[in-house]
């Protein structure tokens, strides 16, 4: 009990535990779409984008999660610009939206003349967090998962029946643009506790392996935050233990739950592959 109970003594540990469940809660909630609709290079791309906001904005001294905010709805913007030449896909353009702004988040924070360094960005300080992050990530969390629950049926409509969504009235580009932007705060809700790397790991992996263990939409959401609670709050223990890094050990664990689930749940898949989710 006490392996449990001890890490949790101090603060900043008390804080990060908070953290950890907020993030496991939000992300999934995300991510179930992000998946379904196989957008998980867009997921990618938005996380490494978002350290273009985090450079400039740190050194101009200004909040960076406005910085990272403000990036991730640029590139939302340019996304959608750029979506409208038939003639380059989207998956090459979010690509080349996605290593300019890492490029340029690189060049910026290896030009500071400060001690900070890279990896405090890519893979976050989840120890670090402050109550006024924790506030801000809430706030930010609340809205995300109100956004989705209020929009949970264009969402199914536009994701599963293109044609039948626009038939009814659902404004298809509006809801990707809706997702995009969830995805933004997601990013940036995990940008100080996991970095910006880990930060699609908790948007993705969660949220995969829900899909291999659910038959309808809200099984996969509902299990998908099961899964981002616990990986969050066990990789947080572990990290203490192992005296590892906390956003690391959180996405490593979430990966081998995955690879577990993945080969535990091959035979009833195999049977049962052509079963959709409804």
Request: charged share 10%; glycine share 10%.
């Amino acid at each position: 009990m006490h392996w449990l109970t001890d890490p949790f003594q101090s603060e900043f540990m008390q804080r990060a535990f908070i953290a950890a469940i907020i993030i496991g809660i939000v992300a999934p909630v995300v991510g179930t779409w992000i998946v379904l609709r196989r957008m998980a290079n867009l997921g990618d791309a938005m996380s490494h984008g978002t350290l273009a906001g985090v450079g400039v904005a740190y050194a101009a001294g200004f909040n960076i999660l406005i910085g990272a905010m403000g990036v991730g709805l640029l590139i939302a913007l340019l996304l959608l610009g750029f979506s409208s030449n038939r003639r380059i896909g989207q998956e090459t353009v979010i690509t080349v939206l996605g290593t300019a702004f890492f490029a340029i988040g690189v060049v910026v924070i290896s030009r500071l003349d400060t001690g900070v360094e890279l990896t405090h960005f890519l893979f976050g300080r989840l120890l670090t967090v402050t109550w006024g992050d924790i506030w801000l990530n809430l706030a930010l969390g609340g809205f995300t998962v109100a956004v989705v629950a209020l929009m949970f049926g264009e969402l199914r409509l536009a994701t599963f029946d293109h044609v039948q969504a626009e038939q009814v009235g659902v404004h298809v580009e509006l809801v990707q643009a809706v997702l995009v932007l969830l995805l933004s705060i997601v990013v940036v809700i995990s940008l100080r506790a996991v970095g910006t790397i880990m930060s699609v790991t908790l948007l993705v992996t969660p949220a995969a392996t829900a899909r291999l263990l659910s038959r309808t939409l809200r099984q996969m959401t509902l299990i998908g935050v099961a899964i981002g609670v616990a990986v969050g709050v066990v990789g947080l223990i572990l990290s203490y233990h192992l005296d590892s890094a906390p956003g690391a050990t959180i996405g490593l664990l979430a990966a081998a739950m995955f690879g577990v689930v993945f080969v535990v749940t091959l035979p009833r898949r195999n049977r049962h592959h052509h079963r959709p989710m409804v």
